[in-house]
């Protein structure tokens, strides 16, 4: 009984699991060729799919983001998209594009960050958590990276540095 059990799984030495994962994948790379589906990445998640099918139905926005080389790419968020939910998506395509052109490529998001920010109509895009749409950011808008350096606030030394300065100070001393 387990033998019969056993072939009806393997199909001339193949696991029909594997077959049908197989089959799938053939059918999506197929997929992803047609000219129609360009905008997919060519490895999307759930989400990729998601945000693409409610930029379709409306609930998305297509944002242009230009570099500071003139050139740009588009990004699909959805509506209620914040701050933060830009600059993931932007990681994203980013490390989508130079995996594409040149392979593994590291890119030190914080440094980014820290000497870039993004820019919509003059108007800095500081705050993480503040709506996209608080800044007037909707379909079709364009976004710039500034250069922008972050002010240290007091401009005085960090708290750190100033621990390791008075450490072993005394005020009975």
Not at 31 to 47: E, F, R, T, Y
Not at 85 to 94: E, H, N, R
Not at 156 to 171: E, V, Y
Request: aromatic share 6%.
């Amino acid at each position: 009984m387990e033998s019969g059990a056993n072939e009806e799984g393997t199909v001339l030495g193949y696991n029909s699991k594997n077959v049908k994962k197989v089959a799938l994948l053939s059918t999506l790379a197929a997929l992803l060729d047609d000219p129609i589906l360009a905008d997919v990445p060519k490895k999307p998640s759930l989400s990729d799919v998601d945000t693409l099918i409610n930029l379709e139905l409306g609930s998305a926005m297509c944002i242009s983001i230009f570099k500071l080389d003139g050139t740009f790419f588009d990004v699909a968020v959805m509506n209620s998209a914040t701050v933060k939910d830009l600059k993931l998506a932007i990681k994203k395509k980013v490390i989508e594009l130079e995996q594409s052109k040149m392979g593994h490529r590291h890119i030190s998001w914080r440094h980014v960050w820290a000497n870039f920010c993004l820019a919509h109509h003059n108007e800095k895009l500081l705050d993480d958590g503040a709506a996209l749409q608080d800044f007037g950011v909707r379909n079709n808008s364009q976004v710039h990276f500034l250069p922008y350096v972050v002010s240290k606030g007091s401009g005085g030394h960090s708290k750190r540095r100033k621990h390791r300065f008075f450490h072993g100070l005394n005020k009975h001393s």
